[in-house]
């Protein structure tokens, strides 16, 4: 997946477009590391971006631009002279710490939930899932709608890869309910129906069936998962 852009990250219909560009991995581990990568990262920036586009001179502003640019920095060289790191090991190590200082200074503020949902985030990039979901679930209890929202959609990734289908899908029909401006009803949907195309294809195929002709994305990609299901 090519680099995403901040102004990219402003639309809904491009987090429904990463939606369609991830290729699950319900039932092995290893898989998942890659997963979280991805998804988890994506949604961690959009969160992060929220804040750090606000060009606020505050310190907890300041704190947590810090150590989005850690987290967001290359392994290797950097195109343009700027901050890299030598190894994956090493930049989560001091982005770790970036944000463990961040949710610890300033604990219940918006800043504090951001650094909470990126260390989820980096602990399922290095497949620690247990660490990831104490976590998101930490976000969920105490977080902002809109984090809440996101913690929920990483939450029902975890709980479908380990087979805790039941409640990864309870958390995804709620954010079908309840959408946010991080996570649509759009995106739970075409991520629920993903997620139930093998054990569940005629619910699956209900789902998308309401999405495929909406313009734009949205109905391109109801319409690509629908040719991905088992035949009726």
Do not use: C
Request: a negative charge.
């Amino acid at each position: 997946m090519s680099r995403i852009t901040r102004k990219e990250l402003k639309t809904d219909q491009f987090a429904v477009e990463v939606e369609h560009s991830i290729t699950f991995f319900e039932h092995h581990k290893g898989e998942i590391v890659k997963y979280g990568g991805i998804v988890l990262g994506v949604a961690a920036l959009i969160v992060g971006y929220t804040v750090y586009s606000r060009h606020e001179s505050g310190i907890r502003e300041q704190a947590l631009a810090a150590a989005i640019r850690v987290q967001e920095a290359p392994v290797g060289q950097s195109g343009n002279g700027g901050l890299a790191f030598p190894n994956q090991e090493a930049k989560d190590q001091e982005a770790t710490k970036a944000f463990v200082d961040l949710q610890t200074k300033y604990s219940g503020s918006a800043e504090g939930e951001v650094a909470e949902y990126y260390l989820g985030a980096i602990k399922a990039d290095q497949g620690k899932l247990a660490d990831a979901e104490k976590l998101f679930q930490q976000v969920v209890q105490k977080g902002d709608a809109n984090y809440v929202s996101l913690a929920k959609l990483s939450l029902a990734q975890i709980e479908f890869s380990d087979g805790r289908a039941a409640q990864g899908e309870k958390h995804l029909r709620e954010l079908i309910a309840d959408p946010t401006v991080f996570v649509s009803a759009d995106q739970a949907t075409i991520s629920l129906a993903r997620f139930l195309s093998n054990t569940k294809p005629a619910e699956a195929r209900k789902l998308l069936e309401n999405l495929r002709n909406r313009p734009g994305p949205v109905g391109q990609i109801a319409l690509t998962v629908l040719g991905e299901l088992p035949p009726q």
